[in-house]
């Protein structure tokens, strides 16, 4: 089946989200435009994925639990995770491997975390947009090893992309996916970085606003309507 999806929308738990950006308002705009899989990818946490997962599910959405990660060199790489117990998990290997630096507010913005009822429950102190001990060599193994996929995020923008920080792409990498922008032509990148024929390329809002979460566009083919299968079709046969 062909469904419409959006896989990278930050909460307001990313310091760079707007304060509207709550589990609710999400899932709420993201049916209006008419997706059906849904991934909330805050930077390096997955806390607001279970508040995220009960919206989600009562707006009719697949949900998907994700994350932002920011390798060492600093490469955004968006991984997507089979369960909310597997994205926990994940989360707080992730979080071992951030450098203890306070998130200030008043210049960086608040990292809330929210329940279902879209009411702040917490404030993440540690500032997640730094760059965790993770390399880019190491990033599709480790989502994999939760049973996830990883791809590096928005590959065609000139900041925290894989082509702007590291230059190239090397399958030694493991990735099976790339993520471009909204607007980017996906023939003419490939032309553009020749060995990224075999890999799968989606098209995500890199929502920060509910502004920016964009009327359905974008298909995947999937073979039953879960998270498993969304990252099946990720990993393009892949072993994981
Ligand atoms: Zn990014
Ligand atoms: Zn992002």
Redesign the pocket.
């Known amino acids: 089946m062909r469904l419409f999806y959006d896989l990278?929308?930050?909460s307001c738990l990313?310091p760079?989200g707007d304060a509207d950006m709550t589990p609710g308002n999400i899932a709420g705009m993201a049916a209006l435009c008419g997706l059906q899989i849904v991934a909330l990818?805050?930077?390096n946490t997955c806390r607001n994925t279970p508040a995220f997962a009960v919206c989600a599910e009562k707006a009719g959405l697949l949900a998907l639990p994700a994350m932002?990660l920011t390798t060492r060199e600093e490469i955004?790489v968006?991984c997507l995770l089979p369960t909310l117990p597997a994205a926990a998990a994940f989360s707080d290997y992730v979080y071992r491997r951030l450098p203890d630096i306070r998130n200030d507010e008043t210049i960086f913005g608040a990292q809330l975390i929210m329940d279902a009822e879209d009411t702040v429950i917490g404030r993440e102190s540690r500032l997640l947009t730094a760059a965790a001990d993770i390399g880019i060599y190491d990033a599709a193994a480790l989502a994999a090893s939760y049973g996830g996929v990883a791809l590096p995020?928005?590959a065609d923008r000139p900041s925290?992309s894989l082509f702007a920080n590291l230059g190239f792409f090397d399958p030694a990498m493991g990735f099976t996916a790339l993520e471009l922008s909204p607007y980017a032509d996906p023939e003419s990148f490939r032309r553009a970085h020749p060995g990224l024929e075999g890999l799968v390329t989606v098209q995500?809002s890199?929502?920060?606003d509910l502004g920016c979460i964009r009327d359905a566009a974008h298909t995947l083919d999937i073979s039953e309507r879960t998270p498993r299968a969304v990252i099946a079709a990720l990993r393009c046969g892949a072993p994981g």
């Open positions: 990278h929308i930050h990313s760079c990818s805050d930077h932002e955004h968006l995020a928005h925290f995500n890199d929502a920060h």
